[in-house]
């Protein structure tokens, strides 16, 4: 079966989404008509744990705790999320400095991440991947973060994803970023609001979650959209009702944002077009940026213009402290 691939730079032959959301509409409607309770997911104790145990939230961190997390996958999520589990991937990429660190998501889901760690980084960075694969096909795009632009980067793979533990939910993801954001800023010493939040398609959705929910030095968002409901419109729209309009809805989220934000997106883009990317824009608040790629789709690399404009909104994040 083909599956709705928002992937970034992840290799694609999908039509775009229309398969799934038919499948997930007669699934829903079969459900419905169902008097049994979904399938309980359950999720397996990792055989080895060197993190510390969990603790009481903090004040940026009420809401997260594990009553607040559902084990249970809407079918919205089932054909959302599309991970790669390891061993599938690249695990030792020669040329990337990374080092693997483990830690713990609010519910105590145990959480695999990358760090790539820059001496004397002009910014550090949390990169929230795109819905398929693992963060192992994303070694030579962090390199490139390190090398390139000189900056720290923790890559974080969501529960269900790669070595982390879990099946994936929104909410699980969202609460996994969150965990990771406190992880990094520990890692690199410095404090949670000094994290530049950096999503590429879906990832751009959690990043701008977590920008509203603490300030971040900066946001970065990629080929994003401005809500799940909004792609479920442009390419099913009689079938659009089954994903709920809170969920993901970045152009609502990013309102409550107040960091500097850099939003870019491809001319060419059939999986997420770019008004999806323009409307998130027009709702963030100032100061902000949109830059168009010209002749790209959703998985194709940016180009060295908008590498630049990279660079120069990194700077100005020092510049305004």
């Keep these: 079966m083909k599956t709705f691939t928002l992937g970034d730079m992840m290799p694609s032959n999908h039509n775009p989404q229309k398969i799934n959301f038919l499948i997930a509409g007669l699934a829903s409607m079969w459900l419905a008509g169902c008097s049994g309770s979904p399938v309980q997911v359950s999720q397996s104790p990792s055989p080895i744990s060197n993190s510390p145990s969990p603790k009481e939230p903090t004040e940026t961190e009420q809401g997260d705790s594990s009553a607040d997390i559902p084990k249970i996958r809407s079918i919205d999520e089932l054909l959302l999320f599309q991970p790669s589990k390891y061993p599938e991937g690249v695990w030792t990429p020669q040329d990337l400095n990374y080092l693997d660190v483990y830690f713990e998501s609010a519910d105590g889901t145990r959480i695999h991440s990358w760090y790539c760690e820059t001496e004397s980084p002009i910014a550090h960075i949390l990169f929230l991947h795109g819905n398929a694969g693992n ?187």
């Design 135 to 321: 963060l192992s096909g994303r070694s030579r795009f962090l390199k490139k973060l390190q090398e390139e632009h000189h900056v720290s980067v923790l890559c974080v793979d969501y529960r269900g994803y790669g070595r982390s533990e879990g099946k994936t939910t929104a909410e699980g993801a969202i609460a996994d970023a969150k965990a990771a954001r406190k992880e990094f800023a520990k890692l690199a010493n410095i404090k949670e609001q000094d994290v530049v939040l950096m999503g590429r398609s879906l990832g751009g959705a959690i990043a701008i979650q977590l920008a509203a929910d603490l300030k971040p030095k900066g946001l970065i968002v990629e080929s994003s959209f401005s809500s799940l409901k909004s792609v479920a419109k442009h390419h099913f729209p009689k079938l659009a009702w089954l994903v709920p309009e809170e969920k993901l809805n970045s152009e609502a989220t990013i309102k409550n944002c107040t960091a500097p934000v850099l939003i870019s997106h491809g001319d060419r883009d059939q999986v997420i077009p770019d008004k999806f990317g323009k409307a998130l824009f027009a709702a963030a608040n100032e100061p902000k940026r949109f830059v168009t790629i010209p002749g790209a789709g959703h998985n194709d690399r940016h180009s060295q213009e908008y590498d630049q404009i990279f660079d120069q909104f990194l700077r100005s994040l020092n510049s305004n402290e």
